[in-house]
């Protein structure tokens, strides 16, 4: 795949617990700790949760058709580098219009990603899909503050999502993965327009790190490495 070898490149050696510094903050997701799901090791995201549910055992193998739910930006943290004034935070606020080319890019990047040698096939009315692709921004991590971008200071930083591969027939979270990936451009998220390809980019990475997860888990791509189960969590 085309994005396989940047993949691995871009994926960020942040750690999630550095949001725990930041206002008394933490990253976390509601199965950390839930025993009910397994807790994947040496997955392709920092953190995989997976429900164990036997009634539910064999449901991620009937998965064909996702829906990509919109993705959630609203509780959006900034997590600034260690002294910059807090009233810069104020200018990541999104406008409705920004919130919309941010919504078209991520479904865009999403569904080709997904459907890329038909191993899905994305629809666009969630009583048609066998399993709903949700999400959430959760943070934001640039590594310089807006008067060091100012003064010419190379943009980088990392965000941080949460995905979640939901059963439709009762709502139930089937995996959840919490992941990081570093960016040359972060600013991208905070000055949305249709010409930012940084967030093309970073939305295509996380399309083909899904896509390549599910259909392993499903057996049909055999050269991921084997994912440890780990359980039970407390």
């Known amino acids: 795949m085309r ?13 999630l617990s550095a949001c725990a510094n930041q206002g008394g903050s933490e990253v976390r997701v509601p199965e950390k700790g ?19 549910d036997g009634g ?3 449901w991620i193998d009937t998965v064909r058709r996702i829906y990509i739910a919109p993705v959630n930006a609203s509780q959006m943290q ?30 865009s990047a999403m569904a080709r990603a997904l459907e890329i040698d038909e191993a899905y096939h994305v629809v666009p009315d969630r009583a048609d899909a066998h399993a709903v692709l949700s999400s959430r ?3 934001l991590h640039p590594y310089v503050s807006r008067s060091e971008v100012q003064a010419g200071t190379k943009v980088g930083g990392a965000a941080t999502m949460s995905f979640a591969l939901i059963d439709p027939s009762d709502n139930t979270v089937m995996i959840r993965a919490l992941d990081s990936k570093s960016t040359d451009n972060i600013w991208a998220f905070d000055n949305v327009d249709s010409d930012q390809t940084a967030l093309d980019f970073m939305f295509a ?8 997860s599910v259909l392993f888990l499903q057996g049909r791509l055999a050269e991921m490495p084997q994912p440890i189960l780990l359980k039970p969590q407390s």
Do not use: C
């Open 56 to 58: 539910k055992k064999g």
């Open 137 to 139: 921004i959760i943070a």
């Open 78 to 107: 900034i997590i600034q580098p260690d002294g910059v004034d807090a009233s810069d935070l104020d200018a990541w606020h999104l406008d409705d219009v920004e919130q919309a080319v941010l919504q078209e890019k991520f479904a």
């Open 34 to 52: 839930d025993p009910s799901y397994f807790k994947l090791r040496d997955s392709m995201a920092d953190e995989v949760y997976v429900n164990e």
């Open 205 to 212: 990475l996380w399309g083909q790190q899904i896509r390549r």
């Open 3 to 15: 994005f396989q070898g940047i993949l691995a490149v871009l994926t960020a050696a942040i750690l």
